[in-house]
Structures are given as structure tokens and as C-alpha cells.
């Protein structure tokens, strides 16, 4: 009877949720020749998470392009050094805040599509409390959400947008470093990922849409993690609400 109480009882278990890795890709919006072509990024067919810059020569197309072949489209905000910003550390310089509200409304216009938003690069910017409360502030308003790419370790940016009330996440680790762009390295990058997401329930890690190493690592791994029952989802599927 105890076997059989316990056979039935597992029946009726939810089965565990597989483990889920959210693949986001930076930087759209300004390709050279030497990168990935773009249509080679929209031609993917499990779910990735890209992100377009604004103010940048192809803004409005790639975020069009990106929408249209089916993958979830997020603005890749700048604050430093792309912005020359002061960030006193315990107030917002008004000039700083006007520089990243006229940007703010700039991305939105050229890239109306957006359901979240990342940072780029903005190491200062994201670990400057007083500029990401205010930033969080005009964020919530467009009803977007927000992912720490957490270039810093010290970055208070997601820690700001939860306050804020915003859906948030946060990025764990990056498929390459300076000087470490192979194919190999973005897989090995990729796995670790994959053995956070195992122990943890959920990774998420940034690419960017320039390197040859990272597109090919993508294109044999995933397959292979998927084999292996790991599931791929959009950023948004990882949101802390």
C-alpha cells in the first residue's frame, strides 16, 4: 500500500521545470563588415533577446528587423562614457539628467517596439545610486522592463528598478572578454550558464552581435542544451515582478 500510495503521489507531481537560459545580444545597430550579418542573427530560430542601440546608423531597421523575424527586442541604453556625465554621488546633476532624458526619449522614438531595456558599457552610471533612482523613475513610466547587464559588481541598477516597481532581471555572465572572442570560449561561457541555470533554476548571459566566435557557439551548443533539457526563453520569461 505505502508503494503504491507513493507511486501515485508521484504521478500527480508537477514535473520539475526544466532549467532556463535567456541568450541576450547586444550592440544592434552598428554592424561592419567584418562582423555577423544581421540576417544571420534574425535567421535563429530559438528565442534570443537582442538588443538595438540608439543613436545609431541602422536603430530603426534593426529593431523592425528584429521584431519582424520574431525575437523579443529591447533598447541597449548607454549612460557613460558614451554620455558625458558627472554622477556626484549624492545627487543628480541636472545636466546629467537632461542628457539621459533627451537619449531616453530619442530610443523610444527610434525603437517604439521595445518591451525592456539594457545597459551598455555605463560601468559609473550603474553603480551611481541617485542618477538610477531618477533614471528608474522616467523608466517605470514607459512600461518597459529592465535588465542589469551588470557590468559592475557594485552596479545598484536592478536593486533600483525593483524599488521602482519595475519587472527586473539581471545578466550573470558574458560570452566573451577583451582578447577572448573564439568560438570556443563563448561555449565554454555558454556551459557555464547552462550549470548555473541547472543548480539555480535560470541563467541569463549577454552576447554581443559582432563576433564570428559567439554566432557559432550559439548555433552548436544550443541544440545540444536543448537535447539535454535545458530550455531557452526571452529575457522577459526571468523577470522578477
Request: charged share 25%.
Amino acid at each position: 500500500m505505502r508503494r503504491l500510495a507513493l507511486f501515485l503521489l508521484l504521478l500527480s507531481s508537477p514535473a520539475a521545470s526544466a532549467p532556463k537560459i535567456a541568450v541576450v545580444v547586444d550592440d544592434f545597430g552598428l554592424t561592419y563588415k567584418k562582423n555577423v550579418p544581421d540576417e544571420k542573427w534574425y535567421e535563429l530560430k530559438f528565442p534570443i533577446t537582442y538588443a538595438v542601440m540608439p543613436a545609431s546608423p541602422r536603430s530603426v531597421e534593426s529593431g523592425k528587423k528584429t521584431k519582424a523575424a520574431g525575437h523579443e527586442l529591447i533598447i541597449h541604453f548607454p549612460f557613460d562614457p558614451y554620455l558625458s556625465l558627472k554622477l556626484p554621488k549624492d545627487s543628480v546633476d541636472p545636466k546629467d539628467l537632461e542628457q539621459v532624458e533627451k537619449l531616453l526619449d530619442q530610443a523610444f522614438k527610434q525603437i517604439p517596439d521595445a518591451v525592456g531595456l539594457n545597459n551598455h558599457r555605463s560601468y559609473k552610471g550603474t553603480m551611481n545610486r541617485p542618477m538610477m533612482t531618477a533614471f528608474m523613475e522616467r523608466l517605470k513610466k514607459r512600461g518597459v522592463y529592465f535588465l542589469d547587464s551588470h557590468v559592475s559588481p557594485k552596479s545598484v541598477a536592478f536593486e533600483e528598478a525593483r524599488k521602482a516597481g519595475i519587472p527586473a532581471t539581471k545578466n550573470w555572465i558574458f560570452m566573451e572578454e577583451p582578447k577572448h572572442y573564439s568560438k570556443e570560449f563563448a561555449a565554454q561561457m555558454l556551459r557555464r550558464c547552462a550549470a548555473r541555470a541547472k543548480k539555480l533554476g535560470s541563467c541569463v548571459i549577454i552576447g554581443h552581435h559582432y563576433f564570428h566566435g559567439t554566432y557559432e557557439a550559439l548555433v552548436d551548443e544550443v541544440p545540444k542544451l536543448q537535447a539535454e533539457g535545458f530550455e531557452f526563453v526571452f529575457a522577459s520569461a526571468l523577470l522578477e515582478q
